[in-house]
């Protein structure tokens, strides 16, 4: 297992993914906020892993992370398509009946942490990512949170779009982020725009963010539960989908979620828990700003948290 030349080809590889992704500053910005909003624990670190690391490998070392990792009780299989159950069964049987049994070991719990990390990278835009501490997957307002994501910076009709793009002209890019996880979660605003513009971008984003749990109407939350379902039962016809989320659910909920039961809690949304959301994600924790390129207008980290006050 694990033949030497493979595992330095393989190393090359993932290696070279990795300086693809710091050459794309719209993609590593957000490996940049996760460690700036969950410093120094496994939840802040890229998925990828850096360079020196995936250099150290080893035979050994992959043996034993194997080993002290992968165990059945921790694994779940699953299928999605034109599967025959008993096949499928059958397959899992003969593939893992070697794997042990082990004692499940709990993850860390996420601490939230916050602050800034700017890179003074020469690009020709400046990539700007904020969050605040979110919901976890268990929380009720998960789905609310949703909902607001959706009304402020959820496509082509949100707020963020219309005023930032469509009425000021202040960026190309611009949409709302969530995360989800068992015990934490974060949620944010990514864009990119001039350097000149930052200021006034800002303004924008914090003023809409606050005025949503203000402003927020039935229409605008009518139109964003149909497009969560929109794209949740499109994304179904996807094998590869379903057995995502069908893992997800297991892991989280210890269940599978029936669709019915997921459109039920959307539609449950109203405007009520989606203004309580908007109200609380800003006093929920201190701001996290990630900032690459020429931000030299941005302002201090103090001054931009500050508008979001």
């Known amino acids: 297992m694990f033949d030497t030349d493979e595992l330095a080809r393989e190393q090359g590889v993932v290696i070279q993914e990795i300086g693809q992704a710091e050459d794309t500053p719209d993609d590593i910005i957000f490996d940049h906020l996760q460690a700036t909003a969950f410093p120094d624990q496994p939840l802040g670190r890229p998925i990828l892993g850096t360079a020196k690391h995936v250099q150290s490998f080893t035979q050994t070392s992959l043996r034993d992370h194997i080993a002290a990792h992968y165990f059945a009780s921790s694994m779940a299989f699953i299928s999605a398509g034109a599967v025959e159950h008993e096949k499928m069964v059958a397959l899992a049987e003969h593939a893992f009946a070697g794997l042990k049994s082990g004692k499940e070991i709990t993850p860390a719990a996420g601490s939230y942490g916050g602050g800034e990390r700017r890179t003074g990278q020469k690009l020709e835009q400046a990539h700007i990512a904020l969050a605040f501490k979110g919901l976890s997957s268990l929380d009720e307002d998960v789905y609310a949170a949703q909902v607001y ?7 082509m009709s949100s707020r963020l779009f219309q005023e930032a793009r469509e009425k000021r002209g ?13 015990d934490t979660g974060l949620f944010g605003v990514y864009a990119g725009t001039s350097n000149d513009d930052l200021p006034e971008l800002m303004n924008v984003v914090a003023g ?7 402003t927020v109407g039935e229409d ?3 139109r964003a539960r149909a497009q969560i379902k929109a794209g949740m039962l499109m994304g179904l016809e996807q094998a590869s989908s379903r057995c995502e989320q069908i893992a997800a659910h297991l892991f989280t909920y210890g269940r599978l979620l029936s669709t019915d039961e997921l459109i039920a809690r959307i539609d449950a949304v109203d405007t009520k828990a989606v203004s309580r959301v908007a ?6 924790s201190k701001l996290t700003l990630a900032a690459m390129g020429p931000v030299g207008k941005l302002g201090s980290y103090d001054r931009v948290a500050q508008r979001f006050a």
């Open 149 to 155: 994501s959706t009304v402020l910076g959820g496509g």
């Open 170 to 182: 202040l960026c190309y890019t611009i949409s709302t982020f969530g995360s989800s996880y068992r």
């Open 208 to 214: 809409e963010m606050i005025s949503v749990a203000e």
């Open 220 to 222: 605008e939350t009518a």
């Open 279 to 284: 109200a609380s994600v800003l006093k929920r």
